[in-house]
C-alpha cells in the first residue's frame, strides 16, 4: 500500500524559507505514470495546488506562487521535497503531498503537516 | 486560470437521503474533473476521476457525471460517515484548480 508522510518544521519565521520533505514508501516514484505533488489549504479554507514534479526532475508549478517555490525529486531515497521563499503570514498553511494519477487527480495522500509562519 | 464554482456551498441532509452536489468551470474541461471527500484534520480523499469513474475502495453509492463545463457528484444514499466535505477539481490546463467545497452536515 502506497504511503505518503510530510517532514519538516512547523514554524518559520516570516521572510525566511519553508523546507518540507515528503517520503514515499510502498512503492518507487520512479514511472512516467505518476508525478507527485504539493497541495496546501490554510486554517479554514479550501485548497490550493502548488506544484508537481516527475521522477526525471521535470516541474510544473502555479503561476502564483512560481516565483517563490522549488520543488526537488530524489528517487534513491523515494522522496521529494518542496521549498517556498521569502514566506509571510498567508503561507500559513496545512501542507500535503500527494501523488498524481496520468497529471490529472491526487490519488494518494499525505496525513498533511500544519506550517505556521510567525516570529 | 480555470475557476471552480461548487453550489451549494454547505447543505443539511439525513442519512438516506439523496444528496448532489454541482460544480461549474468557467470554460469546458471535457472530463477532465475530479471529486474528492474531506473530513475534519484529515487529508483528501479521492472519489471520482475523469469525471464519473469510481476511484479504488470508494463505495458504489457515490457518483458522478457530466462534461465541459456542468458536474455532478450524487450520494445516492447518504451514509453517517458521508458527513463531510467535497472538492471538485479540474486537470484540463494548469494551474490545476479546487472549487470552494461544498459542506455536507447533518439535518
Known amino acids: 500500500q502506497l504511503h505518503l508522510q510530510e517532514s519538516g518544521p512547523g514554524l518559520v519565521k516570516p521572510s525566511e524559507t519553508l523546507s518540507l520533505t515528503c517520503s514515499v514508501s510502498?512503492?518507487?516514484?520512479?514511472?512516467?505514470?505518476?508525478?507527485w505533488g504539493w497541495i496546501r489549504q490554510p486554517p479554514g479554507k479550501g485548497l490550493e495546488w502548488i506544484g508537481n514534479?516527475?521522477?526525471?526532475?521535470?516541474?510544473f508549478y502555479n503561476p502564483s506562487l512560481e516565483s517563490r517555490i522549488s520543488i526537488s525529486v530524489d528517487t534513491s531515497k523515494n522522496q521529494f521535497s518542496l521549498n517556498l521563499y521569502s514566506v509571510t503570514a498567508a503561507d500559513t498553511a496545512v501542507y500535503y503531498c500527494?501523488?498524481?494519477?496520468?497529471?490529472?487527480?491526487?490519488?494518494?495522500w499525505g496525513q498533511g503537516t500544519l506550517v505556521a509562519v510567525s516570529s | 486560470d480555470i475557476q471552480m464554482t461548487q453550489s451549494p456551498s454547505s447543505l443539511s441532509a439525513s442519512v438516506g437521503d439523496r444528496v448532489s452536489i454541482t460544480c461549474r468551470a468557467n470554460?469546458?474541461?471535457?472530463?477532465?474533473l475530479s471529486w474528492y471527500q474531506q473530513k475534519p484534520g484529515k487529508a483528501p480523499k479521492l472519489l471520482i476521476y475523469?469525471?464519473?469513474s469510481l476511484h479504488s475502495g470508494v463505495p458504489s453509492r457515490f457518483s458522478g457525471s457530466g462534461s465541459g463545463a456542468d458536474f455532478t457528484l450524487t450520494i445516492s444514499s447518504l451514509q453517517p460517515e458521508d458527513f463531510a466535505t467535497y472538492y471538485c477539481?479540474?486537470?484540463?490546463?494548469?494551474?490545476?484548480?479546487f472549487g470552494g467545497g461544498t459542506r455536507v452536515q447533518s439535518k
Open positions: 500527494a501523488r498524481v494519477w496520468s497529471s490529472s487527480c491526487f490519488d494518494y
Open positions: 510502498g512503492d518507487s516514484m520512479i514511472s512516467s505514470t505518476y508525478s
Open positions: 514534479i516527475y521522477y526525471n526532475g521535470n516541474t
Open positions: 470554460q469546458s474541461i471535457s472530463t477532465y
Open positions: 475523469v469525471a464519473s
Open positions: 477539481q479540474q486537470s484540463f490546463s494548469t494551474p490545476l484548480t
